[in-house]
């Protein structure tokens, strides 16, 4: 019998053990499971990371997991073990003491440290001579447990040494960091101080030229008066030398001579040239010593202060549409707690391309999320508020100085419902085929095929109901319903079957009290299919009609006047927007506009970006001006918030309860939204502010 297990064996474990709990594969609650990124552990294990969540990440490469199967690979090459194992004759011993003829080594000798055989306890290691012997096994299981207790501590040693890497890395991120904020402070400083130099160049420049342009002056004014001297001495000069030349005694002795001689003794006394200093020179020795002192001392770069080195991030539980945080503690490498450092964070949402290569494992990235105000204590602890818009892997990024440090994956969950009501069934609370709901000042109105409209308290509890007044031959139903608070009447747009072909006909609107009594009801010729309505702000009614090949919105007072009729040359929905607007659902171009009463196209919502508007089925506003559009998205029926300029916000996915054939939708009074899902027969209520 050998010593020692079979080395084939050991072999053989690393492919048949989970790297997690190491048990063995088996077909059971240890079944091996292979992850889209090809690492293989047991079903247990998943199960305890993932939590029973989609998605998660891979323990081992920290991937997104995108895909979990059976790895019957591993499955078969279990079974051939074991046939293998049974089928295969025992090695012959290989450790044999080479003294004694190949006796095998069923001993150890604790104080020479060696294995020995039968033979070496009688001869060389005997117990009488001071050396202490053991059974191999015994000695074998306190070896291995002193190797086990080797490898925990190197396994610590190695993960302190992996965290001081991790340190250092984000010490030598935040330092490059800093290096590039400090450039770009000393341009900033040497840039100012350059502007503040050649404004002061410009000062002095304009000064020289003021003081040249009046020197110049000064000097041209001195020019010019002796140029008029001259000019005038020189005249009288002329003239005097043209009497001398006609030597008459009459001419020299008139007055004109008297005259011109007087101006020459007025001009004789030349008048002292002030030229002044006009040499204009630069002082550069006024205050030149002081700024090459100023600019010797100027500046400096110094290392007081530790970079955040230390990252931790703590996310708290995310759910689509609904504002949550995450703290995140900057320290140093030593663990100095860092406060009111430039932190701030970046939520970026993963998603995985429709085209994407099956082994192409990149995170696709949507535009990131507004980097969030942040609050800071004085123990270096910062929390973000941030509001993740739709469901899935996003990457959360801590960013100093705008720059990435550390970053970690968060599970956003999708948002399902909070309290959904009713089921299949026509008692009371229950519903067949909910067409509609609307919420009142105090109750909600659900209408359904079976011609009931069912009251429900706002806490989902069934008080009353009362059916459509039809006739005895042709009963109704209602398909949509409104209610006026400032009249508390519930609109209810009128449907019944035709006795010829049983098509659906919807031509009349009844009014009814709160409490379900028939008030009053109106026809018109114009109404075919008005299967949805709704109340304009002035409290008329606005009828969509689905009447194919005449599709049009109708306007009524609440008497039943026709006031407005716009046509459509494709299947819409309307409802009413701010003051007098419409939203618009176009189901053949796929959009939603918001128009004026007159049709003038003011804006489109969700026109552009990666949760754009993909075929939108109905819209309608909340009292904070907020669209809600029922549309489409990877074949799942969703519900997308936008701001009423078109701005994406957010989008209730319901992932773990999806919504099916779902039809009318409403705002409650406390700022839920409320779907009537057809297809499960109930009503659903999201949060989504």
């Known amino acids: 019998m050998s010593a020692e297990e079979d080395p084939m064996d050991q072999d053989q474990d690393q492919f048949v053990t989970c790297s997690v709990c190491f048990n063995t594969f088996d077909e059971h609650e240890h079944q091996p499971k292979t992850l889209s990124c090809h690492h293989t552990y047991c079903a247990m294990c998943i199960q305890n990371i993932s939590q029973n969540k989609r998605p998660f990440l891979c323990p081992e490469c920290r991937k997104v997991v995108k895909g979990i199967t059976t790895d019957f690979k591993t499955m078969k090459l279990m079974e051939f073990f074991r046939k293998n194992k049974l089928t295969r004759k025992p090695s012959p011993p290989k450790n044999t003491c080479k003294y004694h003829d190949a006796q095998p080594l069923f001993f150890y000798c604790s104080t020479c440290t060696v294995p020995v055989c039968h033979n070496c306890t009688v001869l060389d290691h005997n117990r009488a001579n001071g050396h202490e012997i053991v059974d191999i096994n015994i000695a074998k299981d306190q070896h291995i447990q002193v190797l086990k207790t080797k490898v925990s501590q190197a396994q610590c040693i190695i993960k302190e040494n992996q965290n001081h890497i991790r340190i250092i890395d984000t010490e030598v991120c935040g330092l490059t960091i800093a290096k590039d904020e400090t450039i770009k402070d000393i341009n900033k400083a040497f840039d100012s101080l350059v502007a503040l130099v050649n404004s002061k160049r410009k000062h002095i420049t304009t000064q020289a030229l003021a003081v040249f342009e009046e020197k110049n002056r000064a000097l041209k004014r001195q020019k010019s008066e002796a140029q008029g001297r001259v000019e005038r001495i020189g005249e009288a000069q002329k003239s005097i030398g043209k009497i001398i030349k006609k030597v008459n005694t009459e001419e020299i002795f008139h007055n004109d001579i008297t005259d011109i001689c007087q101006e020459l003794d007025k001009h004789s006394d030349i008048p002292y040239l002030n030229l002044g200093n006009n040499f204009l020179q630069f002082d550069l020795e006024n205050g030149k010593t002081e700024m090459e002192t100023a600019i010797t001392n100027l500046g400096g770069i110094t290392c007081e202060a530790s970079l955040p080195s230390g990252v931790h991030i703590e996310p708290e539980r995310a759910i689509a549409s609904l504002q949550t945080s995450v703290k995140v503690q900057v320290s140093s490498g030593k663990g100095e707690l860092l406060p009111h450092y430039p932190i701030s964070l970046q939520i970026v949402h993963l998603y995985e391309a429709d085209e994407q290569e099956e082994d192409d494992e990149t995170d696709h990235q949507s535009s990131p999320l507004t980097v969030h ?41 999708s948002n399902s419902p909070i309290m959904k009501f009713g089921e299949e069934g026509r008692s009371p609370g229950k519903f067949i085929h909910p067409f509609w709901v609307c919420a009142g000042s105090e109750h909600l109105y659900v209408s359904d095929g079976t011609g009931r409209v069912q009251v429900i308290d706002h806490n989902q509890r069934y008080i009353e109901h009362f059916m459509i007044k039809g006739t005895k031959n042709q009963p109704a139903a209602a398909a949509g319903i409104a209610y006026s608070h400032e009249k508390k009447e519930l609109i209810c747009a009128k449907v019944v079957k035709a006795p010829e072909d049983g098509s659906h006909i919807c031509n009349t609107i009844q009014r009814y009290t709160a409490e379900g009594k028939f008030i009053s009801e109106f026809s018109n010729d114009k109404m075919k299919k008005a299967f949805l309505i709704a109340l304009t702000s002035m409290g008329d009614i606005m009828v969509t009609d689905f009447q194919t090949d005449e599709y049009k919105v109708l306007i009524f007072s609440i008497s039943g006047e026709l006031l407005k009729h716009i046509p459509f040359n494709e299947e819409v929905v309307v409802f009413p927007g701010q003051d007098t607007d419409l939203i618009i659902t176009l189901h053949e171009s796929k959009a939603v506009h918001v128009c004026s009463l007159s049709g003038e196209l003011k804006h489109i919502i969700g026109k552009d970006g990666f949760w754009s508007i993909k075929q939108p089925h109905l819209a309608c506003m909340d009292n904070a001006n907020r669209v809600l559009v029922k549309d489409r998205e990877n074949d799942n029926m969703v519900i997308k918030v936008f701001t009423y300029e078109g701005i994406f916000l957010s989008c209730i996915e319901s992932s773990d309860d999806k919504l099916n054939s779902p039809r009318g939708m409403a705002v409650s009074m406390d700022g839920h939204v409320l779907v009537a899902d057809a297809g499960n027969s109930c009503i659903k209520k999201y949060k989504y502010v």
């Not at 959360?396 to 956003?412: E, K, L, N, R, T």
């Open 373 to 413: 105000t942040t609050a800071c204590d004085d123990q270096g602890s910062y929390t973000f508020q941030y509001r993740p818009q739709i469901s899935g892997v996003h990457l959360c990024q801590v960013m100093f100085f705008d720059q990435p440090i550390a970053q970690q994956h968060i599970i956003v969950e």
